[in-house]
């Protein structure tokens, strides 16, 4: 969802969005077994822009996983040679940014 207010005077807009990603339980790989189950996880991410274009100025902060869930969000088995070791990919961790640009 992104909503933009629009100032009267001086060309300033200020925009917020929020960003909802969520995927249901699924299986790590095609065997469908217990060992690979991936629970249902969820991300949120928001951001704050504030922009006067007549100036060329931005001001931008944000945020990404908003909550800092750690899901894991997919495995893969290596192969025997390797000792059947399991690697795991799983979200970044909540992560703050601010971002300031002017234009000449």
């Known amino acids: 969802a992104q909503y933009t207010f629009f100032a009267d005077k001086g ?5 917020f969005r929020g960003d909802y990603y969520t995927q249901a339980k699924s ?14 996880w969820s991300n949120t991410n928001a951001q704050v822009t ?27 088995t290596n192969s025997d040679d390797g000792g059947l070791t399991t690697n795991i990919f799983s979200l970044e961790p909540r992560i703050y940014g601010l971002n300031l640009s002017k234009k000449f």
């Open 11 to 15: 060309g300033w807009e200020l925009t």
């Open 27 to 40: 299986f790590a790989r095609v065997y469908n077994t217990e060992y690979d189950r991936l629970r249902g």
């Open 50 to 76: 504030l922009v006067n274009k007549d100036k060329g100025f931005q001001f931008q902060f944000y945020v990404k996983n908003v909550f800092d869930n750690k899901p894991l969000t997919d495995t893969y």
